[in-house]
T-cell receptor, first 110, second 113 residues
Framework: GIQVEQSPPDLILQEGANSTLRCNFS?????LQWFHQNPWGQLINLFY?????KQNGRLSATTVATERYSLLYISSSQTTDSGVYFC????????????WGLGTSLAVNP | KAGVTQTPRYLIKTRGQQVTLSCSPI?????VSWYQQTPGQGLQFLFE???????NKGNFPGRFSGRQFSNSRSEMNVSTLELGDSALYLC????????????FGPGTRLTVL
């Protein structure tokens, strides 16, 4: 089945720094979601981005479906950005379940 | 519009017991999926329901079961609990359709002693 790999696994930033998180997937997909999981476990939708680029405030994401990767950019990081960032994709031919990467754990220090 | 709700938020059970978790999807969403999150295995798909029918199932033993009601609310049940069932159980809802973006509830944290 499809494999999802995220890098880096852990990241520590000083407040105000920028960062790029990467998600590689092993097969073609027709959608991709990025999530932020806060310290209480809530998964917050960041982007639904099967291809192209989207921006939402200090966050933006780019998916290059033909090369099987997606990038999440965080600019001017804040302590509230801390948590785990996941990307998830559906397996081929089944868009009703998600296969997850192991996440990038981000800590933003003041 | 209210988000996905899950009850209870926290549960403590002992081995051998059974447990039922509940999920109410976003109004108008008819697809409900369940995921298990553990530190060792990450997020794993359990099953997905639509119109009271299970459409997809992950690789979990038969002790894990679920159902969906006519109002799209869903329950999952775990029987004969094992220590390894301790996890965060997350429910997601989505509109049926081509793009199927999933939205998650706050989760139920189950501890098995």
């Amino acid at each position: 089945g499809i494999q999802v790999e995220q890098s880096p696994p852990d990241l520590i930033l000083q407040e105000g720094a920028n960062s790029t998180l990467r998600c590689n997937f092993s097969d073609s997909v027709n959608n991709l979601q990025w999530f932020h999981q806060n310290p209480w476990g809530q998964l917050i939708n960041l982007f639904y981005i099967p291809s192209g680029t989207k921006q939402n405030g200090r966050l933006s994401a780019t998916t290059v479906a033909t090369e099987r990767y997606s990038l999440l950019y965080i600019s001017s990081s804040q302590t509230t950005d801390s948590g785990v960032y996941f990307c998830a994709v559906p397996p081929a031919g089944n868009n009703r379940k998600l296969i997850w990467g192991l996440g990038t754990s981000l800590a933003v220090n003041p | 519009k209210a988000g996905v709700t899950q009850t209870p938020r926290y549960l403590i059970k002992t081995r051998g017991q059974q447990v039922t978790l509940s999920c109410s999807p976003i109004s108008g969403h008819r697809s409900v999926s369940w995921y298990q999150q553990t530190p060792g295995q990450g997020l794993q798909f359990l099953f997905e329901y639509f119109s009271e029918t299970q459409r997809n199932k992950g690789n979990f033993p038969g002790r894990f079961s679920g159902r969906q009601f006519s109002n799209s609310r869903s329950e999952m049940n775990v029987s004969t609990l094992e220590l390894g069932d301790s996890a965060l159980y997350l429910c997601a809802s989505s509109l049926e359709g081509r793009y199927n973006e999933q939205f998650f509830g706050p989760g139920t944290r189950l501890t098995v002693l």
